[in-house]
Nanobody, 116 residues
Framework: QVQLVESGGGLVQPGGSLRLSCAAS????????MGWYRQAPGKERELVAR????????QYASFAKGRFTLSRDSANNTMYLRMNSLKPEDTAVYSC?????????WGQGTQVTVSS
């Protein structure tokens, strides 16, 4: 089992920035997939960014390229999502997900609201 604790969401004005955190209960090196996903009201969940063992580098959704950055801190078993130049359409619940040889594990989700 893995516990994921997310933090960092909130209300931000358009053009602002947020950094989301996802702290895992064990070493992030045990995962072959780590990523951020989001779900807006009335929409399906979509990929924001991910790192997997099968691709080189970080994969970003088209809307995230150039604005969002996924990073990891292995010393603290934490994954981050830095979001810059936020837009109202970025409003959603953001969730982290990790995968090991057994299962997928999801965080509880954190609300991001971009509004003036």
């Amino acid at each position: 089992q893995v516990q994921l604790v997310e933090s960092g969401g909130g209300l931000v004005q358009p053009g602002g920035s947020l950094r989301l955190s996802c702290a895992a209960s064990r070493s992030i090196f045990s995962f072959n997939h780590m990523g951020w996903y989001r779900q807006a009201p009335g929409k399906e969940r979509e990929l924001v960014a991910r790192i997997t063992s099968t691709i080189t580098g970080t994969q970003y959704a088209s809307f995230a390229k150039g604005r969002f950055t996924l990073s990891r801190d292995s010393a603290n078993n934490t994954m981050y999502l830095r979001m810059n130049s936020l837009k109202p359409e970025d409003t959603a619940v953001y969730s982290c997900m990790v995968r090991d040889q057994v299962s997928d594990y999801w965080g509880q989700g954190t609300q991001v609201t971009v509004s003036s």
